[in-house]
């Protein structure tokens, strides 16, 4: 079945550390999203890419980093520099379109900063 | 520059009532797209609907129905015979063709009671 999986589900992290959350995809999808959720709050935009080997910042990319390697992928590292990271990240795809395609999305992977 | 707002932090709905989830946009772009989704308490996105600004009719699927006002910029989420399923919460989103990316609302937490 296709689908975005999303690892692990859920993720401690020490202060001072950096984690990896992992994101495939195998929908064959050009574009990839990443997408923090605090509590009562929509989502908000951290990185985005449209195209392998190449990415964009959203709205907080401060303390986090990509890569866009392959199609499939798209890791996304929450660096020490991130002062709060404790979250909800969700990880979407979508096929090439405009204003009609709708994004999937992965379960998520809960950060919790011990 | 664009805003989804959803005024309805919480609403407790009784079993197989009909409910109407609000959301009004902002967007100078003749040119977007609307979209709804529901997160239930495992944390997925699930992509309810859709409505496009030249859509000439209100988008249904199912039990959902989207009512679409143009001239208020409104696009209200509504769901018929609620189901003790449909408790969750309930995202409106947007995009349009400045930047294809989704703008989000900050979401409603819809209780349905037996």
């Known amino acids: 079945d296709g689908g975005i999986t999303q690892s692990p589900k859920y993720l401690f992290r020490k202060e001072g550390q950096n984690v990896t959350l992992s994101c495939e995809q195998n929908?064959?999808?050009?574009?990839m999203y990443w997408y923090r959720q605090d509590p009562g709050q929509g989502l908000r935009l951290i990185y985005y890419?449209?195209?392998?080997?190449?990415?964009q910042k959203g709205d907080i990319a401060e303390g986090y980093s990509v890569s866009r390697e392959k199609k499939e992928s798209f890791p996304l590292t929450v660096t020490s520099a991130q002062k709060n990271p404790t979250a909800f990240y969700l990880c979407?795809?979508?096929?090439?379109?405009?204003?009609?395609?709708?994004?999937?999305f992965g379960q998520g992977t809960r950060l919790t900063v011990v | 520059a664009q805003k989804i707002t959803q005024t309805q932090p919480g609403m407790f709905v009784q079993e197989k009532e009909a409910v109407t989830l609000d959301c009004t946009y902002d967007t100078s772009d003749p040119s977007y797209g609307l979209f709804w989704y529901k997160q239930p308490s495992s944390g997925e996105m699930i992509f309810l609907i859709y409505q496009g600004s030249y859509d000439q009719q209100n988008a249904t699927e199912g039990r959902y129905s989207l009512n679409f006002q143009k001239a208020r910029k409104s696009a209200n989420l509504v769901i018929s015979a609620s189901q003790l399923g449909d408790s969750a919460m309930y995202f409106c989103?947007?995009?349009?063709?400045?930047?294809?990316?989704?703008?989000w609302g900050a979401g409603t937490k819809l209780i349905i009671k037996p």
């Open positions: 989103a947007m995009r349009d063709n400045s930047n294809y990316q989704l703008i």
């Open positions: 979407a795809s979508k096929s090439p379109g405009t204003v009609n395609t709708e994004a999937f």
């Open positions: 929908l064959n999808h050009d574009a």
């Open positions: 890419s449209q195209i392998v080997n190449d990415f």
